[in-house]
């Protein structure tokens, strides 16, 4: 059973960079991925990116591609959520998620995923 260690988020204005990291005491295997989900208040939770371990790329909504960049740590089974250039939209709770998805085309489904973080809260002020 996976546990995931979250770290990172909290409070920034318009423009600015926040990280978060996420660990898995589990081993990867498969078409393991990691990757985080958001939910803003009243909105429904939507995928924001994932790290996918059997090609090794990131994979990103269209709303934070070229804003965000995930990266991992192959050795600490970690992966690194950099926030760039954030928006008052990105405020959200963050949950990292840990699964197996059936390929590229079912990443960005919850469904797929096994394993959700507690969160942590993103608050892009203006």
């Known amino acids: 059973q996976a546990q995931l260690t979250e770290s990172g988020g909290g409070s920034v204005q318009v423009g600015g960079s926040l990280r978060l990291s996420c660990a898995d005491s589990?081993?990867?295997?498969?078409?393991?991925?990691m990757g985080w989900f958001r939910q803003a208040r009243d909105k429904e939770r939507e995928f924001v990116a994932a790290f996918r371990w059997r090609d090794g790329r990131g994979y990103y909504a269209e709303s934070v591609e070229g804003r965000f960049t995930i990266s991992r740590v192959d050795a600490q089974n970690t992966v690194f959520l950099q926030m760039d250039n954030l928006k008052v939209e990105d405020t959200a709770v963050y949950y990292c998620?840990?699964?197996?998805?059936?390929?590229?085309?079912?990443?960005?489904?919850?469904?797929?995923?096994?394993?959700w973080g507690r969160g942590a809260q993103v608050t892009v002020s203006s």
């Open positions: 589990t081993r990867p295997y498969g078409e393991y991925a």
């Open positions: 998620v840990v699964g197996w998805p059936a390929g590229p085309l079912r990443i960005r489904h919850p469904s797929e995923y096994m394993y």
